[in-house]
């Protein structure tokens, strides 16, 4: 398996969900803006992607990886489908009980999540109606995941990828369709995250079976491959719930000032197009391909691969945290600001976005850090750091919010996640499994010289462009994808010149197996 190629293949699908994404979020800013319907629809729609983050993507995910790998390599296609069933099963029943649990007492774990929306009752009724519509989203989407691990591990990247393409593109026929029809725009879309979940569990069964990886449904049992599994699962469950904490907090705050969960949201939206397509995707390559390489005894390789994944993804990572530092409040201006997106909206998330965007290389890097850990059956050291960054996270992001509001919310995030990249990366080389290269070494400073040649660029043209990103939508986007064009050739350069990159080193590490 070529990992920068495979990668490749889940950035370039995880492109065209975010290009979607960007669509339906700007269709979801004109239809709700940042109003009291939009703040309950967006603490809705975080409650089962919040724990979706946690059972399935997070720990679930983490633990399963390793242990289908080696089933795979060592027993075959029929064991590791077994084991796939078992731990199914008894995820599936888990997740079941507490959905059934969370939809009883959803009025009172709300005041819990959103206590600021109790200042306004019908603001909360709102977020209690739509979270129970749309929360049973959270058993289809962890059925997915369990999919989509399946066939990563199998080196099948791409049907994975594309299922949120089938979430935005639900959405946004809920939005074209549906929306303008229905009283409350909140609950249509609602209606439309559970509809998504449905077709996504549909788009990954069929994906499996022509895999000839197709799951049966078996009665739960703790085999003990599945006790295994928990067992390393929860470490992992604690951490991806601690770093759902992080969002939780924010949003415990944001709802105490009106606008800024919305705000936080469409910042957030931003920032995580560059996280996803660069971040999560080498994530997702990395872990297989680290446990294949580890299983087999190849030190070396997993030493390379490791190296070359930060390359890569700093490589793009950085430009485009300048570019969101640069020019958050053109994106911003351009994408969202139209029906009831204001122009003071515009100014308040633009400022959140630049923060998100000092922190988005740390972000990355912890998709790219992780991996090591999970790959060597170590969940509990990732729980140990992120325990500290959740630390941070509280205290700077409680003191911040009193001086500047939901910014220093966003700020708090970027700190806690520098402070867990920091511990990562720092274990990782006190035990050996952080070895930079010269390669490596040689070409960060680079990437990061030519960032900041493309900054200037950008910050030019934006100064010179500025009259027209007010004028219709075709205009502005026509403008602004010419900028973000222009940023994106003169790195090119940049690199060309500085031996940050160069067309025949990428080319070549695509080729390589």
Request: charged content about 10%; some cysteine.
């Amino acid at each position: 398996m070529n990992l920068l190629r495979s990668a490749a293949t889940v950035g370039g699908t995880t492109f065209l969900s975010r290009v979607l994404g960007f669509l339906r979020d700007m269709m979801v800013a004109s239809a709700l803006g940042t109003g009291p319907i939009a703040d309950a629809f967006f603490v809705a729609f975080r409650f089962p992607n919040m724990f979706r983050a946690i059972f399935a993507e997070g720990a679930f995910n983490s633990a399963f990886v390793p242990l289908f790998a080696k089933k795979l390599e060592g027993e075959g296609e029929a064991s590791a489908r077994r084991f796939a069933e078992d731990a199914t099963s008894v995820l599936l029943t888990g997740l079941l009980v507490f959905t059934i649990l969370v939809e009883i007492f959803m009025p009172w774990l709300m005041w819990l999540f959103a206590p600021g929306f109790g200042d306004d009752p019908q603001k909360h009724e709102w977020a209690v109606q739509f979270t129970r519509v749309n929360f049973p989203y959270l058993l289809f989407i962890s059925l997915t995941a369990v999919q989509s691990a399946i066939l990563n591990s199998l080196g099948k990247f791409f049907a994975g990828a594309a299922a949120p393409v089938m979430l935005n593109i639900t959405m946004i026929v809920a939005l074209w369709f549906v929306v303008p029809l229905a009283t409350n725009p909140g609950l249509a879309l609602s209606w439309g995250v559970m509809a998504a979940g449905i077709i996504q569990f549909v788009w990954l069964a069929i994906s499996c079976h022509r895999a000839n990886m197709s799951l049966g449904l078996r009665l739960p049992k703790l085999t003990p491959e599945v006790k295994h599994l928990l067992l390393l699962a929860v470490p992992g469950l604690i951490s991806g719930g601690i770093g759902q904490l992080n969002l939780t907090i924010g949003t415990i705050m944001a709802s105490w000032q009106e606008g800024a969960v919305s705000w936080l949201y469409y910042a957030d939206r931003i920032y995580q197009f560059p996280l996803g397509v660069i971040g999560i995707a080498i994530g997702v390559v990395l872990l297989p391909d680290l446990s294949r390489r580890l299983r087999a005894g190849d030190g070396d390789g997993a030493h390379w691969s490791q190296n070359r994944a930060i390359e890569f993804s700093m490589l793009l990572t950085v430009p485009a945290a300048v570019a969101l530092a640069i020019i958050p409040y053109e994106i911003i201006k351009v994408l969202f600001e139209r029906g009831r997106f204001h122009e003071v909206d515009t100014h308040a998330t633009s400022l959140a976005l630049l923060i998100y965007a000092v922190g988005l290389p740390a972000f990355v890097l912890n998709k790219v850090f992780s991996p090591a850990f999970y790959a060597r059956e170590d969940t509990k050291t990732p729980l140990q750091f992120a325990a500290v960054s959740i630390a941070v996270n509280i205290a700077s992001s409680i003191t911040l919010f009193q001086f500047f509001g939901y910014a220093g919310i966003a700020a708090g995030t970027s700190i806690a996640a520098w402070v867990n990249t920091g511990q990562l990366g720092l274990r990782l080389w006190k035990h050996g499994h952080l070895v930079p290269d010269a390669q490596l070494m040689k070409r960060l400073p680079l990437t990061l010289l030519a960032s900041v040649g493309m900054g200037a660029v950008l910050y030019v043209g934006a100064h010179f462009l500025a009259p027209w990103f007010g004028l219709r939508f075709i205009w502005s986007v026509s403008v602004l994808t010419g900028l973000v064009a222009g940023g994106m050739g003169a790195y090119a350069i940049f690199c060309q010149f500085t031996g940050a990159a160069r067309y025949s080193d990428v080319m070549r590490l695509l080729r390589r197996r």
